[in-house]
């Protein structure tokens, strides 16, 4: 919910944001690398925040 990567994905992917929102605590608590991926997906996808 800080960058919204999980509410784009889900909207992007027309399933539930939560579930999104597991699947990266579960790879950021077992792997770690769940976090570089949340980090990336933020800079990449687009924000709506101006409207544009």
Do not use: N, Q, W
Not at 11 to 29: M, Q, V
Not at 33 to 52: H, T
Request: aromatic fraction near 18%.
């Amino acid at each position: 919910m800080i960058f919204g990567v999980c509410g784009a994905l889900g909207a992007y992917f027309h399933i539930d944001p939560t579930l999104i929102r597991i699947l990266f605590l579960i790879s950021i608590i077992f792997y770690g690398s769940g976090l570089l991926l949340y980090l990336i997906l933020a800079i990449v996808i687009p924000s709506d925040r101006y409207g544009y």
